[in-house]
């Protein structure tokens, strides 16, 4: 008898276990910004790039992963910027700032050979070239040069310093591409930790390249990103 009363025990407690995990996990997952997202559809991978206002380049980015339905933080939350003059819901070619919004992360590139990512990936030659000028039929797109007329004004991938040593596309004004928009939206390296960008988002190497690695198509990764007290209301743009 008391050893049926053991096992009676044991198997209770291993039942009552069970029972409470999925309550704990759920309790956890609910206390993470991600759940509170809208619109994140079949996605199951999340980088979110929050600021305290619309007007500051200073940023947090924090990762999140769903695994069996439960979302979970993947990354430490770390420093990240954006552009030099903060978020704007609606972007234009060349006003210093970051699209509010939800984009999706599909291509990598960089001045070296692939890090190791699952995401396509490209390596740049000084022939590759990035389209900003609104007057182009290619704007907003990745082209080889030379121009020959085809456009007045683009950025030169292969940079001189190292904010393109790795970086990943981030698709804002990509489908449909609406000239005058906003172009050339970037996932790369910071100068430092106070210097805002010309309207991607960046950080330091270490970080980019652990968010990189991290990201896999299959789980149909998206960059969610704006300011903290307005990001859930400005989630569902998706373009």
Known sequence: ?????????????????????????????????????????????????????????????????????????????????????GFAVNKVEGDGKSPVGKFTLRLGFGKYDNPGLKVHYRKVTSNDYWVDDPNSEYYNTWQEGPSNGRWNSAENLLRTDSAYDYAM?????????????????????????????????????????????????AKKPVIVQGPASKILKHSKNNR
């Open 1 to 85: 008898m008391k050893k049926f009363k053991t096992i009676f025990v044991l198997i209770s407690t291993f039942v009552l276990a069970i029972i409470m995990i999925p309550t704990k996990l759920f309790a956890y997952s609910d206390t993470l910004p991600v759940t509170h997202l809208r619109n994140l559809g079949n996605s199951r991978q999340v980088v979110l790039v929050t600021t305290e206002s619309f007007n500051t380049c200073i940023a947090k980015i924090q990762t999140f992963e769903k695994t069996y339905g439960i979302w979970k933080q993947v990354l430490s939350p770390t420093a990240a910027v954006i552009g030099v003059n």
């Open 169 to 217: 596309v981030i698709n804002y004004n990509t489908h449909p591409i609406i000239k005058g928009k906003g172009s050339a939206i970037f996932f790369h390296l910071w100068r430092n930790s106070i210097s805002g960008t010309a309207g991607c988002t960046a950080t330091d190497e270490e970080t980019l390249l652990s968010v990189m690695r991290w990201l896999d198509p």
